[in-house]
């Protein structure tokens, strides 16, 4: 007998709750538009028809986190919340100090305010905005280390996320171990395309951290998706469980900020992770002035106990692979209409390539910008430019960022229908893509410009009438 098709596949949860999704006509979206100063930061929700801003707490939560929210033990200290919520970082991770803080950008700041000095210099595969803020906020300067092959948005190299373990050890070994506080790695990449990071590069790059004696720590937001992503893509990982991959990393690093809001599966939260005691007595200080008493860290107690069964939910074969699954069905769309997106796909979303999709747009017309605007006009989806608004006009070492627009997934939120009409609007932006103009900044931010920025159209160039 002929071996019979697999059945289809499907969203592996059924619907619980519903929420109404928004659908303002085009001449409303136009007025959002002008009214938000061109920067969809500045839109509300309910002008955006699909929600592509970020995964970053924008996820579904489960019964169980649900239900877990009701055991709330709200006592200032020692509530019953924390102690599951320590018990099952300490037990994924391996870190014994565990420092909750309500999101991530609240756990670098005590890692940063406590580690980076004027003069010292941070290296990262590539910073995240919140993280290079906090660098140079610090007086330090980051740079990014990321291969070669990460600056290429056509490589389909695995592992983009890797670090060029030579430029490390040139780096360090220039600098000296006291110009260098920290050696940071960003799993998954997100600055460059929710890229993973291999097993095989962190072990180097945690040798040449211990040979010149310098810790390393992981910005680890995104470590289940790149769990799975190096048991589909490294040799020898395909049969380990996520937590096991996940556990290979932890072990080569002296500690790690999180973003519950990302693999948490929560709405809110975060926490820091260190294996030094001091380090740790140190930082449990500035919690206490800045979050909150070492026993919720500017969290609600409940909201503990909602990460703590969001961590577990988040290594679930079945959840990654449908999480993953819909970021590459989205891919496959969008390829199938000819659109340029970063490759190979990442685990939390598509990254539009920018300088193939409006190639007549130079970097000072802000092309990124003027593509976001399109996809909201076209459908009313909002997504975020990730590129030389957000980066400033070059990295650190003088390299040109990528220039591109993400479409971040939310977990557990959108359903394949909604990803069909996502891929709709993108295409036909893309089929209009010669008709549409650049855009210039009309207030600049010192700080994290993109978050508050205002743009303006720029004009058509005014042509002779006949
Ligand atoms: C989201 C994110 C952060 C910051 O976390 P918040 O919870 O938004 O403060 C840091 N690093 C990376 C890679 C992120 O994606």
């Known amino acids: 007998m002929a071996p019979a098709?697999?059945?289809?596949?499907?969203?592996?949860?059924?619907?619980?709750?519903?929420?109404?999704?928004?659908?303002?006509?085009?001449?409303?979206?136009?007025?959002?538009?002008?009214?938000?100063?061109?920067?969809l930061f500045n839109l509300r929700s309910s002008e955006v028809t699909i929600d592509l801003l970020t995964d970053s707490g924008t996820g579904a939560m489960s019964d169980r986190q649900w239900a877990g929210l009701m055991l709330g033990d709200e006592s200032y200290a020692g509530s019953r919340n924390f102690e599951r919520f320590e018990h099952t970082i300490r037990e994924l991770t391996g870190f014994p100090h565990i420092l909750p803080t309500h999101q991530g950008r609240a756990a670098e700041n005590l890692l940063f305010s406590a580690l980076a000095r004027p003069g010292t210099v941070v290296p990262n595969n590539m910073?995240?905005?919140?993280?290079?803020?906090?660098?140079?906020?610090?007086?330090?300067?980051?740079?990014?280390?990321?291969?070669?092959?990460?600056?290429?948005?056509?490589?389909?190299?695995?592992?983009?996320?890797?670090?060029d373990v030579r430029a490390l050890d040139a780096l360090l070994r220039s600098e000296g171990r006291a110009k260098v506080p920290l050696v940071m790695m960003t799993i998954t990449n997100n600055t460059g395309g929710g890229q993973p990071v291999s097993v095989a590069n962190l072990r180097a790059v945690a040798r040449v951290c211990r040979r010149y004696?310098?810790?390393?720590?992981?910005?680890?937001?995104?470590?289940?998706?790149?769990?799975?992503?190096?048991?589909?893509?490294?040799?020898?990982?395909?049969?380990?469980?996520?937590?096991?991959i996940g556990r290979e990393f932890f072990d080569r690093a002296d500690g790690a900020t999180m973003s519950a809001k990302k693999d948490g599966l929560v709405n809110i939260g975060g926490f820091l992770a260190t294996r030094d005691p001091r380090l740790a007595e140190r930082l449990k200080e500035m919690l206490i002035l800045y979050e909150g008493f070492p026993t919720y860290g500017g969290l609600a107690r409940r909201d503990l106990e909602a990460v703590a069964i969001g961590l577990i939910e988040a290594?679930?074969?079945?959840?990654?692979?449908?999480?993953?699954?819909?970021?590459r069905e989205l891919?496959?769309?969008?390829?199938?209409?000819?659109?340029?997106?970063?490759?190979?796909?990442?685990?939390?979303?598509?990254?539009?390539?920018?300088?193939?999709?409006?190639?007549?747009?130079?970097?000072?017309e802000l092309p990124g910008q003027a593509l976001v605007v399109e996809l909201y006009r076209e459908g009313g989806v909002r997504t975020v430019e990730v590129g030389s608004i957000m980066f400033g006009e070059g990295t650190p070492e003088g390299r040109e960022p990528l220039e591109l627009v993400r479409l971040?997934?939310?977990?557990?939120?959108?359903?394949?229908?909604?990803?069909?009409?996502?891929?709709?609007?993108?295409?036909?932006?893309?089929?209009?893509?010669?008709?549409?103009?650049?855009?210039?900044?009309?207030?600049?931010?010192?700080?994290?410009?993109?978050?508050?920025?205002?743009?303006?159209?720029?004009?058509?160039?005014?042509?002779?009438?006949?």
């Not at 959108?414 to 010669?434: N, Q």
């Open 408 to 466: 971040a997934i939310p977990r557990r939120v959108y359903t394949s229908s909604h990803l069909a009409y996502v891929a709709e609007v993108v295409a036909r932006v893309y089929e209009r893509r010669a008709s549409i103009r650049g855009m210039t900044m009309t207030h600049r931010p010192e700080r994290l410009p993109h978050f508050t920025a205002r743009f303006a159209p720029k004009r058509a160039p005014r042509r002779a009438r006949q």
């Open 127 to 163: 910073h995240f905005d919140t993280t290079q803020a906090h660098v140079t906020r610090n007086g330090a300067r980051p740079v990014n280390l990321a291969i070669p092959e990460a600056y290429d948005p056509e490589s389909e190299h695995p592992f983009k996320g890797n670090m």
């Open 315 to 327: 290594t679930d074969p079945a959840y990654l692979a449908h999480r993953i699954g819909q970021v």
């Open 213 to 244: 004696r310098v810790p390393l720590y992981l910005d680890m937001c995104r470590w289940a998706e790149n769990a799975y992503l190096v048991r589909e893509r490294e040799p020898g990982q395909r049969h380990r469980p996520i937590a096991a």
């Open 5 to 39: 098709e697999p059945l289809p596949e499907f969203e592996p949860y059924k619907v619980k709750v519903v929420e109404a999704i928004p659908t303002p006509t085009r001449a409303e979206r136009e007025a959002a538009l002008e009214r938000a100063g061109y920067n």
């Open 331 to 364: 891919g496959r769309r969008l390829e199938a209409r000819k659109v340029p997106f970063l490759r190979p796909v990442g685990g939390h979303g598509i990254y539009l390539d920018v300088r193939r999709f409006l190639p007549h747009l130079p970097t000072s």
